[in-house]
């Protein structure tokens, strides 16, 4: 609704100025309205001396159309319009004012550009026009008032009937948006006038954000902007001119509603004082339960413009209302009054209602402030000048310790119990009773790479925090409960970046390592939770996860190691105690050994869990992954595997010896472990991974990989053999795998039950057999099938002890020996009628 006024307004402002704009065939010389005005206040006294004997065309500097109708009653409640010259121009009305000090819901100076102009000029005794005025405040921001207003000069009662309807918009400081709908009511007289107003802010924009702030050792917040509903009445008296002076002296109320913050209700008085037609003072004095007792003062200045020919010109005269002639002022006649500004709130009414931030039991948060520099007591106002001094407060234990301004710090930091260190380089956000809450000036450096420094080495404390800064230098905790280290980047030329011994419950969180002295993070018996982890350069591991006697939980999402010298992810259980590791997210691990390497120790008789999903791997001389369980009376589980990826491996892709594959141990049966995706080198380049693809030595459980791709040299494609342990063990894989090896057989499976679908299996220049068999019952089936070259026989099975059918699709053999079948695919020894095997087609090519 207040968008349509404005458009509304608008409209009708355009259309006047460009019906003002259309020129007649002659201009007459203009009146001089300035000179007019000048010499008004001293014609007075004569005109009324002389007025019984004169006639108004003696008294008036130019013709009058008719006689004043100050001087003639007869005409009841007629207005009788009267023009200085033979001319009915439209008047406008300029103006600037400037206002300054505060008052009701502002607190600043203001300056504004006023424009009125007339709607119509058919009415005698009355004016339709638009109002419309631009606020430019002290802070530069702006806010405008665009006004249609009605005015009905009654004769008889010689007072002036008026309404009007405003269109509202401030823009505040914080970048807030106000839109509002104003309604005015007025009684004008030649002593006595009375205004009411109405201020109906957008009902659905009253309210807007405003930053929090610091007082103190106090965060201030919940400082929502708030457009308030309301009004205003006043009643003022008009004193008797002094030569050219009107004075005007105001007194009156006003309400208005916070929408649930606290209402304003007060009193207002205001005096004006005009000088001439020009020159305007005004002074209001207020006082209310919200805003308290404010003051502002201002001045205007305004000028009235005749637009006379060639400007079209209004069908009626239009100079009675807004000029006022001598013997009007004698004879009390206020038809001039029509014309004269509307008294209104220009600014909308904006409140915000601070509150001190608390935590959830209602105690206010303390904060000690960190300046670089500084030598004060912690306060906002007086900061400490180091980490150090505020972590020596007495209340630093229950404090958060905040460095507003960022800084470079040279220091070692000795935290203490409780303590929360935070820097303004991340957005940093505390809990308050409204829920988060963003610190001020926090988020210089989101992407950490401008965070404050320090440089010396952090020691951390039970339940603290440590976030925002460059460390140049180690973080360690021993023995400890509840420890996040967050939103930092750790250098370490010395030792291990981060290290947690025996830490129950530590968070850590968008983090970026690096050490050429040790490992990028030790978690040595702790308990932790890693989130967007980066580990750029480790001299050692890149992560390493060690337990023994205590169940400990680590889980790990979005981790990156760049580069480590030893293994990427290093897990070890050597103790009774269970550890469960879970990587998920999108993790990417670069390591000159084992990207993933999981081991179980001599000493061990807890449980290892591993959970290993989205993971893309690279070693340069080690393996993809690594889980060994052949060590110690525990049992080593994966409980899941998916979207594993291995580009590169000098010593094999995917190594499990001696695990077991259950998704839920705790169950006591066997639970389907169940992969979409198991990537193994690229078939585009077999030499990508070197040794076996996929080698499961000795495993247990349910293993299905929907689409398994397996691309390696000098190896096994698919190696298991669970012969050694005498495991039961059971593989499957779905549509779209497929095994190319060079260098080595394809399959070699040995014994298990299976239920296999590949698209291509391929084995070029094996120094033994392409596919190897033994002990297998389930079902194979391939859709296209290529040996080139085995030294041994191209496909070789044996000893099935229950049946197994194959089928190898369109095959293709190219022998080392002959063209015999029997002798290319062996099946002679130990099936019996369990084996069935095909081939949609076969083709066997000797030497």
């Not at 006294?45 to 100050?70: F, H, N, R």
């Not at 404050?452 to 460059?470: H, I």
């Not at 105690?577 to 000159?592: E, F």
């Amino acid at each position: 609704m207040l968008h349509r006024l404005l458009s509304i307004a608008t409209l009708l402002l355009v259309t006047v100025t460009a019906d003002l704009a259309v020129r007649a065939d002659d201009r007459a010389t203009p009146f001089d309205s300035d000179e007019w005005s000048e010499s008004r206040s001293a014609a007075v006294e004569q005109a009324v001396a002389e007025s019984s004997d004169e006639t108004d065309a003696q008294i008036l500097p130019v013709q009058a159309i008719v006689a004043s109708p100050a001087t003639d009653m007869s005409g009841g409640n007629a207005f009788e319009p009267w023009s200085f010259d033979e001319y009915t121009p439209f008047i406008q009305r300029f103006g600037i004012a400037h206002d300054a000090g505060d008052g009701i819901g502002f607190d600043q100076g203001f300056t504004t550009l006023e424009w009125m102009t007339p709607i119509t000029g058919d009415f005698d005794g009355s004016l339709l026009f638009a109002d419309g005025r631009v606020l430019i405040r002290n802070d530069a921001t702006v806010g405008a008032n665009i006004g249609i207003a009605y005015r009905w000069y009654d004769l008889g009662t010689n007072r002036i009937f008026g309404g009007n309807v405003f269109y509202d918009y401030r823009h505040s400081e914080y970048e807030n948006h106000f839109h509002q709908l104003g309604l005015g009511l007025e009684w004008l007289g030649e002593l006595v006038d009375l205004r009411a107003n109405a201020y109906i802010p957008d009902v659905d924009n009253v309210r807007g954000p405003v930053p929090n702030l610091f007082q103190g050792h106090r965060l201030i917040i919940n400082r929502d902007e708030v457009a308030m509903t309301g009004g205003d009445v006043e009643i003022g008296v008009r004193l008797p001119p002094i030569e050219s002076i009107q004075t005007e002296l105001f007194a009156g109320v006003y309400h208005f509603d916070g929408h649930a913050n606290d209402d304003a209700t007060g009193w207002r008085a205001r005096a004006q004082a005009q000088f001439g037609e020009r020159v305007t003072l005004d002074m209001s004095v207020q006082d209310d339960d919200l805003f308290g007792l404010t003051a502002s003062v201002g001045v205007a200045f305004r000028y009235l413009h005749r637009f006379l020919p060639p400007y079209t010109q209004a069908s009626r005269p239009m100079d009675p209302k807004f000029f006022r002639r001598p013997q009007d002022i004698a004879a009390g006649n206020i038809a001039s009054r029509l014309g004269e500004p509307i008294e209104r709130l220009q600014n909308i009414v904006l409140t915000s209602q601070p509150e001190v931030a608390t935590d959830a039991a209602g105690v206010p948060l303390n904060f000690l402030h960190v300046v670089e520099g500084a030598a004060g007591d912690g306060t906002f106002e007086t900061p400490y000048g180091t980490l150090s001094a505020a972590m020596a407060d007495g209340d630093a234990g229950t404090s958060i310790t905040y460095t507003p301004f960022g800084g470079a710090y040279i220091e070692d930091v000795t935290m203490v119990a409780g303590a929360t260190i935070l820097s303004n380089g991340p957005e940093q956000y505390v809990d308050t009773q409204f829920g988060p809450t963003l610190l001020p000036f926090s988020g210089a450096s989101t992407d950490l790479s401008m965070l404050p420094t320090l440089d010396g080495d952090v020691t951390l404390a039970d339940n603290t925090r440590f976030s925002g800064f460059d460390v140049t230098g180690g973080i360690a905790g021993s023995g400890l409960m509840d420890v996040t280290v967050d939103n930092s980047v750790v250098s370490n030329s010395l030792g291990d970046a981060i290290s947690l011994m025996t830490v129950d419950g530590a968070v850590l969180h968008n983090l970026m390592l690096s050490s050429t002295a040790g490992r990028g993070l030790l978690l040595d018996d702790t308990s932790a939770t890693l989130t967007d982890v980066t580990v750029s350069l480790a001299a050692d591991d890149g992560v390493e996860i060690t337990s023994a006697g205590v169940d400990r939980t680590v889980d790990i999402t979005n981790l990156s190691v760049d580069a480590a010298f030893t293994e990427g992810v290093d897990i070890n259980l050597d103790g009774a105690g269970d550890l469960t590791v879970s990587i998920d997210g999108t993790n990417t691990v670069t390591a000159a050994d084992n990207a993933i390497d999981a081991t179980l120790g001599a000493a061990s008789t807890g449980d290892l869990m591993l959970s290993l999903t989205g993971l893309t791997l690279a070693s340069t001389a080690g393996a993809g992954v690594n889980i060994d369980g052949t060590a110690g009376a525990g049992t080593a589980f994966v409980t899941a595997l998916d979207d594993v990826t291995i580009s590169q491996a000098a010593m094999g892709g995917f190594f499990v010896d001696t695990a077991t594959f259950d998704a839920d141990p705790t169950t006591g049966a066997i639970d389907l472990v169940s992969a979409s995706a198991v990537t193994i080198g690229d078939a585009a380049s077999t030499t990508d991974i070197m040794g076996d693809g996929l080698r499961l030595l000795d495993p247990t459980g349910e293993l299905n990989i929907d689409v398994l791709s397996i691309a390696n040299d000098t190896g096994t494609g698919l190696f298991v053999d669970t012969k050694g342990g005498g495991t039961t063990f059971t593989l499957s894989t779905g549509a779209g795998s497929s095994i190319t090896t060079t260098n080595g057989p394809a399959l070699s499976l040995d014994p298990l039950d299976i239920d296999l679908t590949l698209d291509l299996v391929k084995s070029d220049d094996s120094p033994t057999e392409g596919i190897f068999i033994d002990t297998v019952t389930g079902n194979m089936v391939i859709n296209t099938t290529t040996i080139n070259s085995a030294v041994g026989t191209a496909i070789l099975i044996q000893n099935t002890p229950a049946p197994l059918d194959i089928l190898f699709g369109d095959a293709s053999i190219l022998s080392t020996v002959n063209d015999d079948f029997n002798t290319n695919v062996d099946t002679s020894v130990g099936n019996g009628t369990n084996l069935t095997i095909d081939f949609t087609s076969l083709s066997i090519t000797g030497p």
